[in-house]
C-alpha cells in the first residue's frame, strides 16, 4: 500500500512538470517550431495523466479506510480538472482560438497535497506481525535511509508493545538496525506461532447467542474473515476439516439449523460455511435498510424440547427418548434396535445436531442436563453410541 501511494505521489510530481512545461510553451513567442512543441508537449501530458491515472486507481483499490479513500478521490478529481484546464489551453491554441490567459506574470500550478503516509505499529501479537511487517516494508526497503534513521522508525512503531521491551538496550546506530530486526522476526515472524495465534483467537471468539443480534453476527463474520485470510497468506488451508466444526458452534441455533437442512452440508466445509453466514449477515442488514425490524437480543433462542412419548428403551435407560429412530428416523424401531452401526450411528448424530448423552435435539452433551450415563462404560455418551476403545470409529474426533 505505501509503495502504491509512493508510485501515484511521483505520477503527481511529473503531471504538475507536464502542465507547468505547456504553458511556458504557450507563453513564448511565435516561432516556426512552436506548434510542434506544443503537440509533443501534449502527447507527453497524455502519458503521463494515464500513468497516474493507473496509480491513483491503484491506491483506491488498496485503501482500506473509508475517510481516507474519500480523500484520496478529491485529490484526483483536483488533479484530473488541472489536467483538463491545461489541455483545454493547448487545443485552443492549436485550433487558432485565443484561449483565456492569465494576466500575470508568473503560472501557478495547484500542488495537490496527499495526506501524509503514517508508519504502521505494531501491537505485539504475533499474528499481526505479517501485516505489519508488510506495511513496513516501505522504510526497510528504502535505500535513502540510513540504517540508524530506520532503527529510530522501528522503535517507533513497536512502542508500548512488548516488542519494544526486545529492543531495549540497542543503541541506535547503522549496525544495530539489522540485529533488531532479527530479533523480531526470531520472536514473532515464525510461522508456526502465527499459525498458532490464528486458531487461539479462532477458537476463542465470542459465540453469537440470537440470529437477530445482527451486529454480533457481523463481528463474528469480519474476525472470522482477519484471521482465515492471515492464515491464507501463509498458504495454510490444511487446517479447514478442524476450523469448521469450531466455527459451527459459534453460530447460533437457528443459522446452525440453517446449514444442517441441507443435506449435502458437511459440517467440515469450512469455505461454504463461511459462505452461509456471510449470506445470513448481508440479508439481514438488507432486511433493516428495507424497514423490517429485527429487534436484537442477548437471550438465547429457544431451542426444540425432546418428545415427551417415553418408550421401552426410554424407561430402561431413564431418558425419554424421541418417536423415531433418531439414527435412521425410521418409526419401525427405537435408538437401541437400529441396525446401523456406531461409527454410522455418531455421524448421525452429528448431522442431525442431536446430544451425544441422551439423544435429544438442540444442545451438545456438555449442555446436557440428563444425569443418566453409558450403562457399559459410565461415560458421558448413550448407550447405543458406546464403542470398545480398540475399535477405531470412523468419525473425526473433532465433531464428537
Same mark, same amino acid.
Given at each position: 500500500?505505501?509503495?502504491?501511494?509512493?508510485?501515484?505521489?511521483?505520477?503527481?510530481?511529473?503531471?504538475?512538470?507536464?502542465?507547468? =512545461?505547456?504553458?511556458? +510553451?504557450?507563453?513564448?513567442?511565435?516561432?516556426?517550431?512552436?506548434? %510542434?512543441?506544443?503537440?509533443? &508537449?501534449?502527447?507527453?501530458?497524455?502519458?503521463? #495523466?494515464? =500513468?497516474?491515472?493507473?496509480?491513483?486507481?491503484?491506491?483506491?483499490? !488498496?485503501?482500506?479506510?473509508?475517510?481516507?479513500?474519500?480523500?484520496?478521490?478529491?485529490?484526483?478529481? !483536483?488533479?484530473?480538472?488541472?489536467?483538463?484546464?491545461?489541455?483545454?489551453?493547448?487545443? /485552443?491554441?492549436?485550433?487558432?482560438?485565443?484561449?483565456?490567459?492569465?494576466?500575470?506574470?508568473?503560472?501557478?500550478?495547484?500542488?495537490?497535497r496527499l495526506p501524509e503516509i503514517k508508519l504502521p505499529t505494531f501491537n505485539g501479537s504475533v499474528s499481526q506481525?505479517?501485516?505489519? #511487517?508488510?506495511?513496513?516494508?516501505?522504510?526497510?526497503?528504502?535505500?535513502?535511509?540510513? =540504517?540508524?534513521?530506520?532503527?529510530?522508525?522501528?522503535?517507533?512503531?513497536?512502542?508500548?508493545?512488548?516488542?519494544?521491551?526486545?529492543?531495549?538496550?540497542?543503541?541506535?546506530?547503522?549496525?544495530? $538496525?539489522?540485529?533488531?530486526?532479527?530479533?523480531?522476526?526470531?520472536? $514473532?515472524?515464525?510461522?508456526?506461532? &502465527?499459525?498458532?495465534?490464528?486458531?487461539?483467537?479462532?477458537?476463542?471468539?465470542?459465540?453469537?447467542?440470537?440470529?437477530?443480534?445482527? +451486529?454480533?453476527?457481523?463481528?463474528?463474520?469480519?474476525?472470522?474473515?482477519?484471521?482465515?485470510?492471515?492464515?491464507?497468506?501463509?498458504?495454510?488451508?490444511?487446517?479447514?476439516?478442524?476450523?469448521?466444526? %469450531?466455527?459451527?458452534?459459534?453460530?447460533?441455533?437457528?443459522?446452525? !439449523?440453517?446449514?444442517?437442512?441441507?443435506?449435502?452440508?458437511? &459440517?467440515? =466445509? !469450512?469455505?461454504?460455511?463461511?459462505?452461509?453466514?456471510?449470506?445470513?449477515? +448481508?440479508?439481514? +442488514?438488507?432486511?433493516?435498510?428495507?424497514?423490517?425490524? &429485527?429487534?436484537?437480543?442477548?437471550?438465547?433462542?429457544?431451542?426444540?424440547?425432546?418428545?415427551?412419548?417415553?418408550?421401552?428403551?426410554?424407561?430402561?435407560?431413564?431418558?425419554?427418548?424421541?418417536?423415531?429412530?433418531?439414527?435412521?428416523?425410521?418409526?419401525?424401531?427405537?435408538?437401541?434396535?437400529?441396525?446401523?452401526?456406531?461409527?454410522?450411528?455418531?455421524?448421525?448424530?452429528?448431522?442431525?445436531?442431536?446430544?451425544?448423552?441422551?439423544?435429544?435435539?438442540?444442545?451438545?452433551?456438555?449442555?446436557?442436563?440428563?444425569?443418566?450415563?453409558?450403562?457399559?462404560?459410565?461415560?458421558?455418551?448413550?448407550?447405543?453410541?458406546?464403542?470398545?476403545?480398540?475399535?477405531?470409529?470412523?468419525?473425526?474426533? /473433532?465433531?464428537?
Amino acid at each position: 500500500m505505501d509503495r502504491a501511494k509512493a508510485i501515484r505521489e511521483a505520477h503527481v510530481n511529473l503531471l504538475e512538470d507536464a502542465v507547468k =512545461d505547456l504553458r511556458d +510553451e504557450l507563453k513564448k513567442p511565435e516561432e516556426a517550431d512552436k506548434v %510542434i512543441e506544443v503537440q509533443a &508537449i501534449i502527447e507527453h501530458l497524455n502519458a503521463t #495523466w494515464k =500513468d497516474y491515472e493507473r496509480a491513483s486507481n491503484e491506491v483506491q483499490r !488498496l485503501e482500506a479506510d473509508v475517510n481516507n479513500l474519500v480523500v484520496i478521490m478529491k485529490d484526483t478529481s !483536483l488533479v484530473r480538472k488541472e489536467f483538463l484546464k491545461a489541455k483545454k489551453e493547448a487545443e /485552443a491554441y492549436l485550433s487558432g482560438i485565443q484561449a483565456p490567459r492569465t494576466t500575470t506574470t508568473t503560472t501557478h500550478v495547484t500542488k495537490v497535497r496527499l495526506p501524509e503516509i503514517k508508519l504502521p505499529t505494531f501491537n505485539g501479537s504475533v499474528s499481526q506481525w505479517p501485516s505489519f #511487517w508488510s506495511g513496513f516494508a516501505a522504510i526497510d526497503q528504502d535505500p535513502d535511509l540510513s =540504517d540508524d534513521s530506520k532503527l529510530r522508525h522501528l522503535i517507533s512503531c513497536v512502542k508500548g508493545s512488548s516488542a519494544e521491551r526486545d529492543l531495549e538496550g540497542l543503541r541506535v546506530i547503522d549496525t544495530n $538496525y539489522p540485529v533488531a530486526v532479527q530479533l523480531l522476526k526470531d520472536r $514473532y515472524g515464525r510461522e508456526d506461532l &502465527i499459525i498458532a495465534d490464528h486458531m487461539k483467537k479462532l477458537q476463542n471468539l465470542p459465540a453469537v447467542q440470537s440470529a437477530n443480534d445482527i +451486529e454480533a453476527l457481523r463481528k463474528l463474520y469480519c474476525e472470522l474473515e482477519i484471521h482465515l485470510r492471515g492464515l491464507q497468506e501463509l498458504k495454510k488451508t490444511q487446517f479447514s476439516d478442524m476450523l469448521g466444526p %469450531i466455527l459451527f458452534q459459534k453460530l447460533p441455533y437457528e443459522i446452525r !439449523l440453517v446449514w444442517l437442512s441441507d443435506t449435502d452440508h458437511e &459440517i467440515t =466445509d !469450512l469455505k461454504g460455511m463461511v459462505a452461509m453466514l456471510k449470506k445470513q449477515v +448481508e440479508t439481514r +442488514e438488507q432486511c433493516l435498510v428495507q424497514g423490517e425490524s &429485527i429487534q436484537p437480543s442477548n437471550k438465547a433462542e429457544p431451542k426444540p424440547k425432546p418428545s415427551m412419548v417415553p418408550t421401552a428403551a426410554a424407561l430402561v435407560g431413564g431418558v425419554r427418548a424421541p418417536r423415531k429412530c433418531p439414527f435412521c428416523n425410521s418409526d419401525s424401531h427405537n435408538s437401541f434396535n437400529c441396525t446401523l452401526d456406531v461409527a454410522a450411528r455418531k455421524i448421525a448424530v452429528i448431522r442431525s445436531g442431536r446430544c451425544f448423552n441422551c439423544l435429544a435435539p438442540g444442545h451438545g452433551k456438555d449442555a446436557c442436563l440428563s444425569k443418566t450415563r453409558c450403562k457399559t462404560c459410565k461415560s458421558v455418551h448413550h448407550s447405543t453410541l458406546h464403542q470398545d476403545p480398540q475399535e477405531d470409529p470412523v468419525v473425526p474426533l /473433532a465433531l464428537v
